[in-house]
């Protein structure tokens, strides 16, 4: 598998480096958000970790233009800002997972390992419902025919209903298959997300298809 690590702590980088490469990957290593963007678009990655903290361009702004060109490449956040709104912060731009510095190698793998298999998984037939259609393998989604502007978790929100039409999804659920996570918070992760979907997928529309469900979750309908 093929990583893109932006870090510019010289020694994390490093360690870093060493600990992927030998749970088998095969690791590029740059130290800027520009250094990243020549790297993406001069060959392909499985994976990326990407630094909050990094020169110029931050790792913020790396992963919103990332995700503003289409580029879905997995992102796993990698930084010392450990709080719920940061958390929040870089899960609702794009990224798939976060992880806290000072970290273990171990739990890195592991988490890399979970959303490389969320990304293996994924459906070859297209889902649909009512004049819904979604194409997560193409990062498609259209409603009664109009393309739909969705980010990769909103993409992945939206086939997670999909998948569960009918069915009530908890937040914690929700947190789980989406964001392959199980921290403690309020949930306001998930009510953030479904709010910004539902901005997009229902408020143009006279016919409503997410609803909330008092004190359970969300359903599709």
Known sequence: M?????????????????????????????????AAFDSL??????????????????????LSLMRE??????????????SLENRVRGLNNGADDYVVKPFAITELVARLHAILRRGAVISE?????RDLMVDVRRHLAKRAG??????????????LFLEHKGQVLSRSYILERVWDMNFNSDGN????????????????????LIHTIRGRGYVLR
């Open 69 to 82: 060109e289409g580029i879905t490449v997995p992102v796993l956040m990698l930084t010392a800002l450990d």
């Open 189 to 208: 992760v998930v009510d953030v997300c479904v709010r910004r979907l539902r901005s997009k997928v229902d408020d143009p529309y006279t016919d409503k």
């Open 41 to 62: 678009y001069a060959g392909h990655f499985d994976v990326m970790v990407l630094d909050v903290m990094i020169p110029g361009l931050s790792g913020w702004q790396v």
């Open 146 to 159: 109009t393309v739909l502007d969705l980010t990769q978790k909103e993409l992945r929100l939206l086939s």
């Open 2 to 34: 093929k990583l893109l690590l932006v870090e510019d702590d010289q020694d994390v980088a490093r360690n870093t480096r060493a600990g992927l490469a030998a749970a088998g990957f095969e690791v590029t290593w740059v130290t800027s958000g520009v």
């Open 125 to 129: 037939e297209a889902l649909t419902h």
